[in-house]
């Protein structure tokens, strides 16, 4: 960066020469000034929290009496806590399926749209499947919830239909997180079709031309065009929606409240209720920051694994 | 011209001949099987939804379930509307208020700091933008706790500035703006300073206007990311008359009972509603700005 300023037009000349001084005095002004705003909201809300939280994980504060030194004890809660092992195992769990079935889907019903179609039909499809990733959170999970009931539910009656018996969706424990994870991939799955579509046209058509004089049936030209080129675009799909899938919240808190017991209780709630319903603010943030800990982990790890299997132009 | 159209054809009788084949049949049946049907698994809850609000509350647990209306009891929709425990349109005005200020700021203040970011030379740029694409990294569950903590301090827990303040800006909509900002014809810089425009007139009525695309991404997906919003409302906000739609809504499912499911379901679709004309108007930049953005609200 700081080389392409030295090259850049009048960009060292400015900087360095008396003469200049007050027209690059004037534009450091007023990129000081341009960036004051969002400096200082990011600074407020997100480099001061940062810090906070590591302060935070050596104290004992419960937001009503002054905060006490901690030491390593709430590090070391972290260790013997058995919950936090069910609920990292629910939420890997919950984060490996979402992101799987969305990708693969997603993937999927992108080279679907991909293909030659009337407009109106493509316009249809396109919009059934996407506009579901528009809407609340929390609110279309309030349907669902109505919908995956056991003994009036729309889902066990057309299960009944088939001739299924009814499920216990979210009442048990077996059931409460697949339907946690089917409810994020009818939310998110139009996403990532948006994503891997615009990758997908990315795509030059020489590429499969080149492929189908040489031969290659549909599978072949997916396995050997397509996959490789769109490469890049599934690791960017994968990188955000695990960051986003770690995350879940809303999702379960309205479906099954973290139920039955702490059968669909994922990070972000423990967190959540350890903060504000246990008021341990230091417990918290030492759960919060292992959290952190483990989405910085992967994805580093991703960009490592990517060498391999991601391929540029 | 004639390379180009010998390849054509040649292509086209590959294409035929690679047509043939029944994996190529089975292929493309998979692929219609999979988008009707997830098309008609999208859409389905969504339609029940409509069809249920407009159901006679006494019927709305009734199965089999309709997936098109048959019943038209539009009261479900004024009953929600006008009760006078649940003050439905002042939930829609302060998520749509909240959501506006938000938008309206993020977008002043990332392209203003994109504009920075990407134009100008200062002492630190390169630092302090490295600030923001570090920050990319933080995911918000992190920031939570320090972030209500110092809210409570500021005394501002039960206020909208709760959920506006934290909102002003966003590293991502920093970064997308500065590569829109550096993408621009140094050209137009370059004569706009000869003829001596300030700073802030290249950035607001020369360069400004050219982000557009950008610009209207980060401004629709800000302004559906404060319109879900969740977490935020259910940690600051204690009093009925403060809620916006999503936790409104959240808490009308307990406060209603089962009983009402056709209410409670009209309370919803009141709240899609919106979303779901302004996307009919809007598709293609809405689709467009999900895939250049990575953001979906």
Same mark, same amino acid.
């Given at each position: 960066?700081?080389?392409?300023?030295?090259?850049?037009?009048?960009?060292?000349?400015?900087?360095?020469?008396?003469?200049?001084?007050?027209?690059?005095?004037?534009?450091?002004?007023?990129?000081?000034?341009?960036?004051?705003?969002?400096?200082?909201?990011?600074?407020?809300?997100?480099?001061?929290?940062?810090?906070?939280?590591?302060?935070?994980?050596?104290?004992?504060?419960?937001?009503?009496?002054?905060?006490?030194? *901690?030491?390593?004890?709430?590090?070391?809660?972290?260790?013997?806590?058995?919950?936090?092992?069910?609920?990292?195992?629910?939420?890997?769990?919950?984060?490996?399926?979402?992101?799987?079935?969305?990708?693969?889907?997603?993937?999927?019903?992108?080279?679907? /749209?991909?293909?030659?179609?009337?407009?109106?039909?493509?316009?249809?499809?396109?919009?059934?499947?996407?506009?579901?990733?528009?809407?609340?959170?929390?609110?279309?999970?309030?349907?669902?919830?109505?919908?995956?009931?056991?003994?009036?539910?729309?889902?066990?009656?057309?299960?009944?239909?088939?001739?299924?018996?009814?499920?216990?969706?979210?009442?048990?424990?077996?059931?409460?997180?697949?339907?946690?994870?089917?409810?994020?991939?009818?939310?998110?799955?139009?996403?990532?079709?948006?994503?891997?579509? *615009?990758?997908?046209?990315?795509?030059?058509?020489?590429?499969?031309?080149?492929?189908?004089?040489?031969?290659?049936?549909? /599978?072949?030209?997916?396995?050997?065009?397509?996959?490789?080129?769109?490469?890049?675009?599934?690791?960017?799909?994968?990188?955000?929606?695990?960051?986003?899938?770690?995350?879940?919240?809303?999702?379960?808190?309205?479906?099954?409240?973290?139920?039955?017991?702490?059968?669909?209780?994922?990070?972000?709630?423990?967190?959540?209720?350890?903060?504000?319903?246990?008021?341990?603010?230091?417990?918290?943030?030492?759960?919060?920051?292992?959290?952190?800990?483990?989405?910085?982990?992967?994805?580093?790890?991703?960009?490592?694994?990517?060498?391999?299997?991601?391929?540029?132009? | 011209?004639? &390379?180009?159209?010998?390849?054509?054809? #040649?292509?086209?009788?590959? $294409?035929?001949?690679?047509?043939?084949?029944?994996?190529?049949?089975?292929?493309?049946?998979?692929?219609?099987?999979?988008?009707?049907?997830?098309?008609?698994?999208?859409?389905?809850?969504?339609?029940?939804?409509?069809?249920?609000?407009?159901?006679?509350?006494?019927?709305?647990?009734?199965?089999?379930?309709?997936?098109?209306?048959?019943?038209?009891?539009? !009261?479900?929709?004024?009953?929600?509307?006008?009760?006078?425990?649940?003050?439905?349109?002042?939930? @829609?005005?302060?998520?749509?208020?909240?959501?506006?200020?938000?938008? $309206?700021? !993020?977008?002043?203040?990332?392209?203003?700091?994109?504009?920075?970011?990407?134009?100008? !030379?200062?002492?630190?740029?390169? @630092?302090?933008?490295?600030?923001?694409?570090?920050?990319?990294?933080?995911?918000?569950?992190?920031?939570?706790?320090?972030?209500?903590?110092?809210?409570?301090?500021?005394?501002?827990?039960?206020?909208?500035?709760?959920?506006?303040?934290?909102?002003?800006?966003?590293?991502?909509?920093?970064?997308?703006?500065?590569?829109?900002?550096?993408?621009?014809? #140094? #050209?137009?810089?370059?004569?706009?300073?000869?003829?001596?425009?300030?700073?802030?007139?290249?950035?607001?009525?020369?360069?400004?206007?050219?982000? &557009?695309?950008?610009?209207?991404?980060?401004?629709?997906?800000?302004?559906?990311?404060?319109?879900?919003? @969740?977490?935020?409302?259910?940690?600051?906000?204690?009093?009925?008359?403060?809620?916006? @739609?999503?936790?409104?809504?959240?808490?009308?499912?307990?406060?209603?009972?089962?009983?009402?499911?056709? #209410?409670?379901? $009209?309370?919803?679709?009141?709240?899609?509603?919106?979303?779901?004309?302004?996307?009919?108007?809007?598709?293609?930049?809405?689709?467009? &700005? $999900?895939?250049?953005? &990575?953001?979906?609200?």
């Amino acid at each position: 960066m700081a080389t392409a300023d030295l090259s850049a037009p009048g960009g060292f000349r400015r900087r360095f020469s008396i003469a200049h001084w007050g027209i690059a005095g004037r534009e450091a002004l007023a990129g000081y000034l341009f960036t004051a705003p969002a400096l200082i909201g990011l600074l407020s809300f997100t480099a001061l929290p940062i810090v906070a939280s590591l302060v935070l994980i050596f104290l004992n504060y419960d937001l009503l009496t002054p905060p006490t030194w *901690a030491s390593g004890s709430n590090i070391s809660r972290l260790f013997d806590d058995s919950r936090m092992l069910i609920i990292y195992r629910n939420t890997v769990q919950l984060v490996a399926g979402a992101t799987f079935l969305n990708n693969v889907l997603g993937l999927l019903l992108a080279v679907g /749209l991909n293909r030659s179609m009337p407009w109106i039909l493509r316009y249809i499809l396109r919009t059934s499947i996407f506009f579901p990733v528009l809407t609340t959170t929390a609110s279309l999970a309030v349907v669902w919830r109505f919908l995956l009931t056991q003994d009036r539910g729309v889902v066990n009656f057309l299960l009944g239909q088939i001739g299924l018996d009814p499920v216990p969706w979210l009442s048990s424990s077996r059931w409460a997180l697949i339907s946690a994870t089917i409810y994020d991939v009818w939310k998110s799955c139009g996403f990532l079709m948006v994503i891997y579509l *615009a990758g997908l046209q990315g795509i030059p058509v020489v590429y499969y031309e080149a492929a189908r004089i040489d031969g290659a049936g549909r /599978l072949q030209q997916f396995r050997n065009v397509t996959l490789p080129l769109i490469s890049p675009t599934a690791f960017f799909a994968v990188v955000i929606s695990l960051i986003g899938a770690f995350q879940i919240f809303d999702n379960v808190w309205v479906l099954t409240s973290g139920g039955p017991g702490d059968a669909s209780r994922t990070i972000t709630m423990y967190i959540y209720e350890k903060a504000f319903r246990g008021f341990e603010m230091g417990y918290a943030s030492a759960v919060s920051f292992t959290l952190f800990m483990v989405l910085i982990c992967l994805t580093l790890g991703q960009f490592w694994v990517a060498r391999r299997w991601v391929h540029y132009e | 011209m004639a &390379g180009t159209l010998s390849s054509n054809t #040649e292509t086209a009788s590959a $294409a035929r001949r690679a047509r043939r084949s029944p994996w190529h049949y089975l292929g493309e049946s998979v692929l219609w099987a999979l988008l009707v049907g997830i098309a008609l698994i999208e859409v389905a809850p969504l339609t029940w939804m409509f069809s249920t609000s407009l159901r006679d509350p006494k019927n709305s647990f009734d199965l089999p379930p309709d997936f098109w209306p048959t019943a038209f009891h539009w !009261q479900n929709y004024h009953t929600v509307i006008t009760s006078p425990d649940i003050e439905f349109l002042l939930f @829609f005005w302060n998520s749509l208020k909240i959501a506006l200020i938000v938008s $309206a700021a !993020q977008l002043l203040t990332c392209s203003m700091a994109g504009f920075a970011f990407g134009r100008l !030379q200062f002492r630190g740029r390169d @630092f302090l933008f490295g600030l923001f694409l570090a920050s990319l990294m933080v995911p918000a569950t992190v920031t939570l706790i320090p972030s209500f903590i110092l809210i409570k301090e500021m005394e501002l827990i039960n206020t909208h500035w709760a959920l506006i303040l934290p909102s002003i800006t966003s590293a991502f909509g920093v970064f997308l703006l500065r590569q829109h900002f550096k993408s621009l014809p #140094e #050209e137009l810089i370059n004569a706009a300073k000869i003829d001596g425009a300030t700073y802030f007139r290249i950035y607001w009525q020369i360069l400004l206007p050219l982000t &557009g695309p950008a610009l209207s991404a980060l401004g629709i997906f800000t302004f559906l990311g404060s319109w879900n919003n @969740f977490v935020g409302p259910l940690l600051f906000l204690r009093d009925w008359d403060l809620y916006t @739609f999503p936790i409104a809504i959240a808490t009308l499912r307990g406060y209603m009972g089962t009983g009402n499911q056709s #209410e409670v379901l $009209a309370g919803i679709m009141i709240s899609v509603f919106p979303i779901l004309v302004f996307f009919l108007f809007a598709q293609r930049w809405i689709v467009q &700005g $999900a895939a250049i953005t &990575g953001m979906k609200g």
